[in-house]
Every structure is written in structure tokens, then in C-alpha cells.
């Protein structure tokens, strides 16, 4: 069964800091591996995937995350983060050898201190 | 229209009533999905549907939810004799088919109280 784990449920961090969200996941084939973003009473939007190919993974609002096979990790990076970052992160996981369901992880909510 | 458009947006209803919830999900996009998001909490799967498969029901909670999709189009999500721990922010998505590696495209959401 595909499984995705956020170990951190607050990241706090202060504005012109690099900032990490942390991501791990099980599948039994080959992931394909999402982050979205959810602001306040919003639905999510999409930031950046892992299909293959680079482990260095580049998205929107300059955003970019890290494959890494051998610790199952997809961890969401930045390196200067700005306080209209705070917002609620998910990370998410499918198995290329299952059905197309997406699986998420619980979410990290991030907050950029001023 | 350009994104996955859920109506209505806001829902009140009382314990015991049947609701339906609709997702138009982007023109062209065979996948589309079904979330359920509580206060404060994670994603939880409720149903997937893929062209002209059959859809994938695993989440669905009870068998009081149901969801039916026509064609590649318009789905909706129907909760009978709602419940207050039914309350949550519905939430739809919609990808291109073709082995996983889309993305899902969400709406805005129903959020749906039980009062």
C-alpha cells in the first residue's frame, strides 16, 4: 500500500531563511511524488512533481524539491522564504504499478516570521 | 471554463438530509477524484474515476455516500441521510489520464456543515 509521511506538523521559519517540508513515502513500484499548497479557504494548487529523471525537481514561486531514492524522501525546499509562503503543505505519492489514486500526506503548515 | 469549478461552494443542512455535491472538472481530463478534507486535517480519498472504468470506491466511508460520473464530465458526490461527523470541505479534482504522471487540478471545494 502507497503511504506518504510528514513528520512535522508546524515549520516555522524566519523570512530570507531557507526553509525545508519535509516528505517521506512507501510504494512497492516506481512513486510519482507531488507537493501542492493550500492557502486559507482554498482549494490546493499544484507546485511541482517527481516523475523521473533529475532528483532536483523545480516548481512555481521558486519552490523546488529533492528525490532521494535510497532515504524515500521528497523534501520541499526554498531558499529564501517570504511570509506570503505560510500556508498549509502537502505532499503526495502515487505508485505507477497501482491504480491512479493520489495518497497524501497529513500536511505541514508553514509559518514565515516577518 | 479554464479550472475544476464545485457547486454549491457553502452547504447547511440538517442531520438526516440527503445532499449532492458537483464537480465540473476540466474539459478534457479523463481522471477525476474525490476528497474529503476535516477541519484542520489531511486529505482523505472517497472514490477516483478513470474514463470508462470502473471507479475506484475504496474510500468512500459508508454506504451512504455515493458518486456517480457521465462520460468524462460532470460528477457528483450524494451523502444520504447526512450526519454531523459528515461535515467537512468536499473537495474534487480532475488530472489527464495516461499512467499517473499528471497532476490533479483541484476545485475550490464544498464545505458542507450538518447542523
Known amino acids: 500500500a502507497q503511504s506518504v509521511a510528514q513528520p512535522e506538523d508546524q515549520v516555522n521559519v524566519a523570512e530570507g531563511n531557507p526553509l525545508t517540508v519535509k516528505c517521506t513515502y512507501s510504494?512497492?513500484?516506481?512513486?510519482?511524488l507531488f507537493w501542492y499548497v493550500q492557502y486559507p479557504n482554498r482549494g490546493l494548487q499544484f507546485l511541482l512533481k517527481?516523475?523521473?529523471?533529475?532528483?532536483l525537481v523545480k516548481g512555481s514561486y521558486g519552490f523546488e524539491a529533492e528525490f532521494n531514492k535510497s532515504q524515500t524522501s521528497f523534501h520541499l525546499k526554498k531558499p529564501s522564504a517570504l511570509v506570503s509562503d505560510s500556508a498549509l503543505y502537502f505532499c503526495a505519492v502515487r505508485d505507477n504499478n497501482y491504480g491512479q489514486n493520489f495518497v497524501f500526506g497529513p500536511g505541514t503548515r508553514l509559518s514565515v516570521l516577518p | 471554463g479554464a479550472g475544476v469549478s464545485q457547486s454549491p461552494s457553502n452547504k447547511v443542512t440538517e442531520k438526516g438530509k440527503d445532499v449532492e455535491l458537483r464537480c465540473d472538472p476540466i474539459s478534457g481530463h479523463t481522471a477525476l477524484y474525490w476528497y474529503r478534507q476535516r477541519l484542520g486535517q489531511g486529505l482523505e480519498f472517497l472514490i477516483y474515476f478513470q474514463g470508462n472504468s470502473a471507479p475506484d470506491k475504496s474510500g468512500l466511508p459508508s454506504d451512504r455516500f455515493s458518486a456517480e460520473r457521465t462520460g468524462e464530465s460532470v460528477s457528483t458526490l450524494t451523502i444520504q441521510r447526512t450526519q454531523q461527523e459528515d461535515s467537512a470541505v468536499y473537495l474534487c479534482a480532475s488530472s489527464l489520464g495516461g499512467g499517473g504522471r499528471a497532476e490533479a487540478f483541484f476545485g475550490q471545494g464544498t464545505r458542507l456543515t450538518v447542523v
Open positions: 510504494v512497492s513500484g516506481n512513486p510519482y
Open positions: 517527481y516523475i523521473t529523471g533529475d532528483n
